[in-house]
């Protein structure tokens, strides 16, 4: 079976453009969650959607946003792009949402660089 | 709020010879801890995790980890290290009851293994 896949892999932006990331999960997860991973520090999470509604949301600004699709692929959205927006961006799947001992797989991520 | 500290950012060793992580958490409720490995260029995997029971959880490569309730701790522990083992590894925990069940990391530790 194919992993979470997440393109593109690498992506480069202008100061105050917008980006568009795209995830798909494991077949037959229906939970999708978003993180950002600064060079040199550990995952902060961003989003957790489950069955097309946000479960969840971390301490980001308005400029980002998610959603989930029928098929429970998912997209982030950063609007107005900063310098430090600059990351690894992790996509993780899992079969539920609300179990812990529903772990997370995750795909290999995007990497944007914002210049 | 749950959080986790990861007290070493970098740890070297030789191979074949013994190695500890160390990670500590906080919380006020009941947790689930994990841990994860990121080899260069990739996602997350988990390693192993500690829900319930067994203070005591091993992974399959012997790796294992011991949860602490009173030292707050979850300690990464493998009696002899392999090149392969070279990784950034990652501690999570996540709170219940009443939690968001969303995995909090830690700032990772980089394991580097020396022949």
């Known amino acids: 079976d194919a992993g979470v896949t997440q393109s593109p892999t690498h992506l480069i932006k202008t100061r105050g453009q917008q980006v568009t990331l795209r995830c798909s999960p494991i077949?037959?997860?229906?939970?999708v969650s978003w993180y950002q991973q600064v060079l040199g520090q550990g995952p902060q999470f961003i989003f957790q959607?489950?069955?097309?509604?946000?479960?969840g949301r971390g301490n980001f600004p308005d400029r980002f946003s998610a959603r989930q699709f029928p098929n429970y692929s998912s997209e982030l959205n950063v609007n107005a792009l900063l310098l430090g927006d600059s990351a690894l961006y992790l996509c993780a799947s899992s079969l539920s949402w609300g179990h812990s001992n529903s772990p997370l797989h995750f795909g290999n991520g995007t990497r944007l660089t914002v210049t | 709020a749950q959080s986790v500290t990861q007290l070493d950012s970098q740890v070297p060793v030789f191979e074949e010879a013994p190695v500890e992580l160390r990670c500590n958490y906080s919380?006020?409720?009941?947790?689930?801890l994990f841990w994860y490995v990121q080899y260069p260029n990739q996602g997350l995997q988990l390693l192993l995790k500690?829900?319930?029971?067994?203070?005591l959880v091993e992974s399959i490569n012997g790796f294992e980890a011991e949860f602490n309730k009173s030292q707050t701790s979850f300690h990464l522990r493998k009696p002899s290290v392999h090149i392969s083992d070279t990784a950034e590894y990652f501690c999570?925990?996540?709170?219940?009851?009443?939690?968001?069940?969303?995995?909090?990391f830690g700032r990772g530790t980089s394991l580097i293994v020396h022949p």
């Open positions: 919380s006020s409720v009941s947790v689930y």
């Open positions: 077949s037959g997860h229906k939970s």
């Open positions: 500690y829900l319930s029971g067994s203070t």
């Open positions: 999570a925990v996540s709170e219940y009851p009443g939690g968001s069940y969303i995995p909090t």
């Open positions: 959607y489950y069955e097309k509604e946000e479960r």
